[in-house]
């Protein structure tokens, strides 16, 4: 009830700076609905709104810009989706950062000249995969990734033995905290790469982009035998990425949708 008459008092003052402290979680259903309505309202009317919360969704619906502090210090602040999703990965991961290959390859058109050159006394070795590089429809090399963006994955591997049949690539998402998000390979799709003597590559296009919500994120890519079954090369976390994403839905992904009446 405090609390209650305290938020009552605060949005009839007619303030020019209102700060509202976890004040939304309290009272009844109606209470709460006529809260938002007002603040919303005084927003919308150019009284700056000092929201301090844990609610992320909330967060969401209502800042434009986002303070996160830890330890009593400011810990990151710029626009709401990217904090609460700098946020959000540091609960899934804790300190614990992404610490991929160093590998960041350019343009996909030619064979990146920071990959190793090609060793032809790699007897025991069947195939090695080396690195990959993410690039969008004007072939321009990215590490952030807009949520609906059609993204090309080229996977560059050397090939020893070329008695190998069929052999399989696979590609996987996982999120920060390993979370498996999505994963394809060629056996399932029904497709044959290249597989000659020396240096190799075969791209993955997302062509309807990677659908998954905001934050960080990043690729497994395995060489297998026809089966998929025995790996010949598995590169975990070969390339770290990030999905920039406005509010358009929550949960792990944005499946393709439409509203009617």
Not at 9 to 36: H, T, W, Y
Not at 43 to 71: E, P, Q, Y
């Amino acid at each position: 009830m405090f609390a209650r008459l305290a938020f009552a008092v605060a949005i009839n003052v007619e303030p020019d700076i209102l700060i509202v402290d976890e004040a939304l979680s309290v009272g009844d259903l109606r209470f709460q609905m006529k809260c938002m309505d007002k603040m919303k309202s005084m927003m919308d009317s150019g009284i700056t709104v000092l929201f301090v919360s844990h609610d992320i969704n909330a967060i969401r619906r209502l800042c434009t810009k986002t303070i996160w502090l830890k330890d009593g210090e400011v810990h990151a602040y710029g626009e709401t989706n990217k904090v609460c999703d700098l946020y959000m990965d540091y609960l899934k991961a804790g300190e614990t950062d992404i610490n991929p290959s160093e590998k960041h390859f350019g343009n996909v058109s030619n064979v990146p000249d920071e990959f190793k050159l090609f060793s032809e006394n790699a007897s025991d070795v069947v195939a090695e995969i080396l690195g990959i590089t993410i690039t969008n429809d004007k072939n321009q090399r990215i590490n952030e990734i807009e949520i609906l963006q059609k993204v090309n994955v080229t996977v560059y591997y050397d090939v020893y033995d070329t008695s190998i049949s069929m052999p399989v690539l696979g590609v996987a998402i996982k999120r920060i905290d390993d979370e498996y998000i999505c994963g394809v390979n060629t056996l399932l799709d029904h497709e044959i790469i290249p597989w000659k003597y020396g240096r190799n590559h075969f791209t993955l296009t997302y062509q309807d982009g990677i659908r998954i919500l905001g934050g960080k994120y990043y690729f497994d890519v395995a060489l297998f035998d026809k089966t998929a079954t025995v790996p010949i090369h598995y590169f975990s976390r070969i390339k770290d990425f990030t999905v920039v994403s406005a509010y358009i839905g929550e949960g792990i992904c944005i499946l393709p949708h439409e509203w009617r009446e």
